[in-house]
């Protein structure tokens, strides 16, 4: 599987398989990480050189962490494939300005409404969490603005395409 973690300015390939390899921008590695003593704590043999990891999930930001090597702290995010795509498709497709329907993008049950009129979100802001085929999708903000109106709420169901609320 490939990830690609970002760090300051710099992104970096990786590939990883089951057999202990990694590949790194196309150098190979032999790798080996386990977890020890506590959650964050981890044992990692990178060339048969050993280091301790701390890895720390920034609360913040999502798929972003802190990660402690031989006393330095680097902030890193973390996409897989899929992700990354998305995030660079998401990039070129800016919202317009004014006013905005966030609507239905399949049909279900809506589990809990996050936001009220006259409430300023950011940008990916969690709006609300709509259940459907047994699953929880949690519908963010596409940009920042102000709720202007909420047309549903909790245990509702929703149809394909019906909006659900609109920003300004």
Known sequence: MKYYATIGEQTYEIAIDHH???????IELAADMK???GRHLYSLLLENASHEVVLDPD????NVYGVMVSGLRYLVKVQDERSRRL????????????ELTVKAPIPGLVVKVLVAPGQQVVEGEPLLILEAMKMENELRAPRAGVIHDVRVETRMLVTLGQVMLTLR
Request: glycine share 16%.
């Open 59 to 62: 609360t913040e930001q999502r």
């Open 35 to 37: 977890a020890i003593g």
């Open 87 to 98: 995030a660079l498709v998401d990039r070129n497709l800016k919202p317009p300005d004014g």
């Open 20 to 26: 202990g390899r990694i590949v790194i921008d196309g």
